[in-house]
C-alpha cells in the first residue's frame, strides 16, 4: 500500500519537508516512488491522480492540500 506523506530532508535543526509517494511500512527517509513538491509548492493534479490509484494521504498532507 502506497502513502502520501511528508519526508525530511536538511540538516538537523534546519529541516525542510517534501511531499513523497512511499509505501507505508518503508523508513520515513527511504526512497520514494514520487516526488510531488513541497508544502509551499505541489502539483495537487498529481496528489489527486496518486489518490485515485489508491495512495492514501497522511493528515498533515490532507490539510495542507485541502482535500476532505
Known sequence: MLAI???PI???HQR???IVVMPTRS??????VAYLGTPEKFDLAAI???IKKGAQPSLK???LCKIS
Open 5 to 7: 506523506k511528508l519526508t
Open 10 to 12: 536538511g540538516k538537523k
Open 16 to 18: 525542510y519537508y517534501r
Open 27 to 32: 523508513k520515513l527517509t527511504g526512497t520514494p
Open 48 to 50: 489527486k491522480d496518486w
Open 61 to 63: 498532507v490532507r490539510q
